[in-house]
């Protein structure tokens, strides 16, 4: 079989399956989706994301206070802040 030959019966292949799949499908039906998957998965996401957040807190751990300080070189001069926890 040559190309074009291939080509048109993959082509007439597709054309058979979209058409049968057209015509068993029902009649589409609109209906109100509701609220309470929704919702149910937003809180669910919220409180997963808020309590990974809430533990990797890099600011306070445990009992240290932690902060930014200023830092000075051997002459006296600022060269940037550097964090230290207290």
Not at 18 to 36: I, N
Not at 57 to 67: I, K, S, T, V
């Amino acid at each position: 079989m040559s190309v074009k030959t291939k080509i048109a019966a993959i082509a007439l292949a597709a054309l058979t399956v979209a058409g049968s799949v057209v015509s068993t499908t029902s009649q589409a039906e609109a209906k109100p989706l509701g609220w309470g998957w929704g919702v149910g998965a937003g809180i669910a996401t919220a409180a997963i994301v808020g309590s990974a957040i809430a533990a990797s807190d890099p600011y306070y751990n445990g009992y240290h206070r932690c902060g930014w300080v200023a830092q000075y070189n051997a002459f006296g001069r600022y060269v940037g802040r550097v964090r230290t926890c207290y």
